[in-house]
């Protein structure tokens, strides 16, 4: 933030309360939901303790994770960011005011976390929009599924062999 409270270069935009925040990671995007003052709600491991960027990869491999609120700039350390609401084409956003309202009751709560199926990206969205989604983790079960077929056809593929050479003989 620069020192007249606007952001920079480096923080850009001007994010409004119910935004989501999309930090990029080195090999991930963390996301968090702008609440306004410089705060954003996201969750983070429960057993929290070293910098930002390291803590949110840590959060990939917990299956526990705490509700937290934070300065946007904390949670962004070194790394870029961008608002990014994409999923409003598809999903309505709830009322400011209700979005806020429920991410105040979370803030300390410790809740459960899955890569796939209930991660940082799930947890904002189903702030904003009352539905969890998250097209990370639909790629990433996309990459599982493909490799899980390959591995299947190659499989599949020996089995065949094994069964041909077998008649040979």
Same mark, same amino acid.
């Given at each position: 933030?620069?020192? @007249?409270?606007?952001?920079?270069?480096?923080?850009?935009?001007?994010? +409004?309360?119910?935004?989501?925040?999309?930090?990029?990671? $080195?090999?991930?995007? *963390?996301?968090?939901?702008? #609440?306004?003052?410089?705060?954003?709600? @996201?969750?983070? $491991?429960?057993?929290?303790?070293?910098?930002?960027?390291?803590?949110?990869?840590?959060?990939?491999?917990? =299956?526990?994770? #705490?509700?937290?609120?934070?300065?946007?700039?904390?949670?962004?350390?070194?790394?870029?960011? =961008?608002?990014?609401?994409?999923?409003?084409?598809?999903?309505?956003? !709830?009322?400011?005011? *209700?979005?806020? %309202? =429920?991410?105040? #009751?979370?803030?300390? +709560?410790?809740?459960?976390?899955? #890569?796939?199926? @209930? @991660?940082? /990206? *799930?947890?904002?969205? !189903?702030?904003?929009?009352? /539905?969890?989604?998250?097209?990370?983790?639909? %790629?990433?079960?996309?990459?599982?599924?493909?490799?899980?077929?390959?591995?299947?056809?190659?499989?599949?593929?020996?089995?065949?062999?094994?069964?041909?050479?077998?008649?040979?003989?």
């Amino acid at each position: 933030m620069t020192a @007249n409270g606007g952001f920079s270069v480096l923080y850009p935009g001007n994010p +409004q309360p119910g935004d989501l925040i999309e930090i990029f990671r $080195p090999a991930y995007q *963390h996301w968090a939901l702008y #609440l306004g003052d410089g705060y954003v709600i @996201n969750v983070a $491991p429960v057993e929290e303790g070293a910098a930002s960027s390291l803590a949110s990869a840590k959060s990939v491999f917990s =299956r526990k994770a #705490l509700v937290k609120m934070q300065l946007l700039k904390d949670v962004v350390g070194s790394d870029r960011y =961008r608002i990014n609401n994409k999923y409003d084409a598809a999903y309505a956003p !709830l009322p400011t005011e *209700h979005i806020l %309202r =429920r991410a105040e #009751l979370l803030v300390g +709560q410790e809740v459960s976390y899955d #890569l796939l199926g @209930n @991660n940082c /990206e *799930h947890f904002v969205t !189903l702030l904003r929009y009352g /539905e969890g989604v998250s097209e990370q983790a639909s %790629r990433a079960m996309g990459a599982v599924g493909f490799v899980t077929a390959a591995a299947g056809a190659v499989s599949l593929l020996g089995f065949f062999q094994n069964r041909s050479r077998d008649r040979q003989y």
